[in-house]
């Protein structure tokens, strides 16, 4: 199982960017998939997740409205789209897929970084003031 992230930059606070995770050696219906993100000094957290099959989507509250994450299935490709960015958003960005079914409908799973079985490499962005 591959998941290489792309689409990460430097950008001025207000601007926008499209995040992609190019999927390879699994079935990408059957699998969440889930942003994370990671700021030095910081915990890992999840930003938001979806699962193709169904097309269930979930938000972190913190970044609800400024993220839109979806998915290309035929290119087997996740995207995660970030308007408004700001300061506080540069982190590492990373793509992860789960094995397990159906757990979007629980908020409190989605985030956890144990319910991921693969994870990409990262992109970093950086947004400055």
């Known amino acids: 199982v591959q998941l290489v992230e792309s689409g990460g930059a430097l950008v001025q606070a207000g601007g926008s960017l499209r995040l992609s995770c190019a999927a390879s050696g699994l079935t990408f219906d059957d699998t969440t998939f889930a942003w994370f993100r990671q700021a030095p000094g910081k915990e890992r957290e999840g930003v938001s997740a979806?699962?193709?099959?169904?097309?269930?989507?979930v938000y972190a509250d913190a970044l609800k409205g400024r993220v839109t994450i979806s998915t290309d299935n035929a290119a087997a490709t996740v995207y995660l789209q970030v308007n408004n960015l700001k300061p506080e958003d540069t982190a590492l960005y990373y793509c992860?897929?789960?094995?397990?079914?159906?757990?979007?409908?629980?908020?409190?799973?989605?985030?956890?970084?144990?319910?991921?079985?693969?994870w990409g490499q990262g992109t970093q962005v950086t947004v400055s003031s």
């Open positions: 979806i699962s193709p099959g169904d097309g269930r989507s």
């Open positions: 992860a897929a789960s094995r397990t079914p159906r757990f979007l409908s629980r908020p409190t799973l989605w985030p956890r970084t144990l319910m991921y079985d693969y």
